[in-house]
């Protein structure tokens, strides 16, 4: 009976000795799951930051292309219109300008002697992150008259709402 009764703690002693072992074995486990997991999340952050930072950057330079573009393309064709007094063809290149991304509000002032008038398309309540006015000059030699002013707004909003 007493023979049993050592071979019974003994085996008690071996049960309790792997089940320490296999509690130091799933800490460690358990650790390094966390690690893994937490390093994860944390990359993931990362790299999603990044991504939008950088599709941020390349919206607000098509912004600045655009309003760009508008002086490069559109600037003499609006000074030739207000020139000639041709408000169909001011408005539709104002029409035309305004479908460029971002590009929320465009309006033409003129000045006439003492007489103003402007001619304008979008929204000018829009949110203006940037606003541009250019000089309206009429070149004929040996003279240079100012007919007026563009001014062009741009906005952020579409971007941020494309980042959300």
């Given at each position: 009976?007493?023979?049993h009764l050592?071979?019974i703690i003994?085996?008690?002693?071996?049960?309790?000795?792997?089940n320490r072992?296999?509690?130091?074995?799933n800490r460690?486990?358990y650790k390094?799951?966390?690690?893994i997991?937490?390093n994860?999340i944390?990359?993931t952050?990362?790299?999603t930051s990044?991504?939008?930072f950088?599709?941020?950057?390349e919206q607000?330079?098509?912004?600045h292309?655009?309003?760009?573009f508008?002086?490069?393309?559109?600037?003499?064709?609006i000074?030739f219109s207000?020139y000639?007094?041709?408000?169909?063809?001011?408005?539709n290149?104002?029409?035309?300008a305004?479908?460029?991304?971002?590009?929320?509000?465009?309006?033409?002032?003129?000045s006439?002697?003492?007489?103003e008038?402007?001619?304008s398309?979008?929204?000018?309540e829009?949110?203006?992150?940037i606003?541009?006015?250019y000089?309206?000059?009429y070149?004929?030699?040996?003279?240079?008259?100012v007919?007026?002013y563009?001014i062009a707004?741009?906005?952020?909003?579409?971007?941020?709402?494309?980042?959300?």
């Amino acid at each position: 009976m007493f023979s049993h009764l050592g071979q019974i703690i003994r085996l008690y002693y071996s049960i309790d000795m792997d089940n320490r072992r296999q509690t130091r074995q799933n800490r460690l486990s358990y650790k390094l799951l966390i690690i893994i997991i937490v390093n994860s999340i944390l990359l993931t952050i990362l790299s999603t930051s990044f991504q939008l930072f950088l599709s941020y950057k390349e919206q607000v330079n098509t912004v600045h292309e655009n309003v760009q573009f508008i002086e490069d393309s559109y600037l003499s064709a609006i000074v030739f219109s207000v020139y000639n007094l041709n408000d169909v063809q001011l408005k539709n290149l104002l029409k035309g300008a305004l479908k460029l991304q971002y590009i929320e509000y465009l309006e033409v002032r003129q000045s006439y002697g003492t007489k103003e008038e402007s001619t304008s398309v979008g929204n000018p309540e829009t949110q203006r992150d940037i606003v541009k006015t250019y000089p309206l000059t009429y070149i004929k030699q040996p003279q240079q008259n100012v007919l007026g002013y563009l001014i062009a707004v741009a906005s952020f909003k579409k971007i941020y709402e494309k980042l959300w």
